[in-house]
């Protein structure tokens, strides 16, 4: 009786130990960008996280607020956004050399929520709407290129990097935090991490 009591007291412990181990291991350690190592990208999660009303709210928040895009007062024509998103698109040196697919229909519902905004075009390869001008390279007929950063969090916070380029001194790259807030859904609420203006 007092060994079946010790074993059960042991097997407890170790259960408790180890759940105690899983809930730190996916909360602790974070990648550069403050997002956690154990987080899925958005178009991952099937507890109903909405990768498309997600990067509709960080696009909108982005091509609105002027301190971020570092263009007070201007209207782009057209929107040119990468049909990838890279984990590293809010690092001025990213190296951008594998990214995930953006689902067409998430385009295309980016593209519907965003009509009044300016006119989204998603492309494969940037050079499609660069030009250059005077040695400079800028965006075609008065627009933006985005590069928007893959969706790292949970169904209640996610970050997302976004990088937006118009000339050649003309650049900006930060993150922005976005909570799903109960009765609104998703919101951006501020930026976290380095915020990088050519």
């Keep these: 009786m007092l060994v079946i009591a010790i074993v059960a007291g042991l097997l407890a412990g170790t259960a408790a130990s180890t759940a105690g181990c899983a809930r730190n291991t996916l909360a602790s350690p974070t990648l550069a960008g403050g997002a956690p190592v154990g987080a899925a990208p958005a178009g991952d999660w099937s ?5 498309a009303e997600v990067y509709v709210q960080v696009l909108r928040r982005y091509l609105s607020t002027p301190a971020d895009n570092s263009f007070p007062g201007q209207t782009f024509k057209t929107i040119y ?16 050399e594998r990214g995930t697919p953006i689902a067409s229909n998430t385009q295309h519902h980016i593209t519907a929520a965003l009509a009044g905004v300016g006119r989204v075009a998603f ?11 005077d ?11 985005i590069t928007l950063g893959t969706a790292m969090g949970d169904d209640h916070e996610v970050q997302v990097a976004i990088n ?3 000339a050649c001194l003309g650049a900006t790259w930060l993150t922005y935090v976005v909570q799903n807030q109960r009765g609104t859904g998703w919101r951006v609420t501020g930026t976290t991490g380095p915020h990088a203006i050519s």
Aim: proline share 4%.
């Design 164 to 166: 937006g380029f118009v």
């Design 135 to 145: 040695g400079c390279p800028q965006v075609r007929d008065g627009g933006i290129l």
């Design 123 to 133: 492309i494969a390869d940037r050079e499609t709407a660069i030009e250059k001008k």
């Design 81 to 96: 956004v990468l049909d990838q998103a890279y984990l590293d698109a809010g690092k001025p040196l990213g190296s951008q």
């Design 47 to 51: 507890t109903g996280v909405k990768e």
